[in-house]
């Protein structure tokens, strides 16, 4: 049964498909997939290929354990190639670079949540050489009161063009923000979901 409703006829029984990390959105690797490939990816949850060159099924990290955990499967409009959005156990290409493409599978951005979860740690366990955890101990006002100096530090440095000493206020505006948001008891996931919530009723 061809669950994803794939048209093998028009590609000899071979499509493409495209592995991309679920949460970075970089391009990691290309494959070909028939049928049974499908069958088993979706069975289990590892991303598995048939081998052009091999001419067999190879389920990806077989042999070097970095497997490519599976978070959905996307036929695109012509029913010929599969976008397979996964989770990587590892380096992706045989060279040990991150992706076949040799790119850095990475994003910055994602350092928030690591920064989230050491404000949490300096609020639950506070020592006295954490300046986070003095912040908290100082109360929300105190909190809420940094946030408005750095909004308007930012905001001074806006109308230079010093990209460092700006660069130093936005990264200060973050910080504070994100301990406001910790000191009243929010998750970030929440302002995501009313900025979602925005722009899904435009």
């Known amino acids: 049964m061809n669950k994803l409703n794939i048209d093998f006829e ?22 070909y997939m028939n049928q049974e490939a499908i069958d088993i990816t979706l069975e289990t ?12 099924l190879w389920t990806k990290g077989e042999t070097s354990g970095n497997f490519l955990t599976v978070v959905s499967l996307t036929v695109d409009c012509d029913n010929d190639t599969i976008l397979i959005k996964a ?17 850095e599978n990475k994003s910055n951005t ?26 908290f101990a100082k109360g929300i006002n105190k909190v809420a009161q940094k946030v408005g100096e750095e909004a308007v ?28 948001l910790e000191a009243k008891g929010y998750e970030l996931d929440e302002v995501m979901e009313v900025l979602i919530d925005r722009h899904q009723k435009k």
């Open 45 to 56: 949850k590892k991303v598995t290929f048939f081998s052009r060159t091999k001419n067999r």
């Open 110 to 135: 994602f350092f928030i949540d690591e920064l989230r979860a050491i404000i949490k740690d300096r609020k639950n366990n506070p020592t006295d050489h954490s300046y986070t955890a003095s912040l």
């Open 87 to 103: 989770k990587p156990v590892g380096p992706v290409c045989h060279t040990g670079d991150d992706t076949c493409f040799a790119e």
């Open 10 to 31: 028009k590609v000899d029984g071979l499509v493409p498909a495209i592995i991309q990390d679920a949460d970075t959105n970089k391009v990691l690797m290309l494959g």
């Open 153 to 180: 530090e930012i905001v001074i440095e806006a109308k230079d063009d010093n990209k460092e000493l700006f660069m130093g206020e936005a990264a200060d505006l973050l910080y504070h923000y994100l301990v406001l």
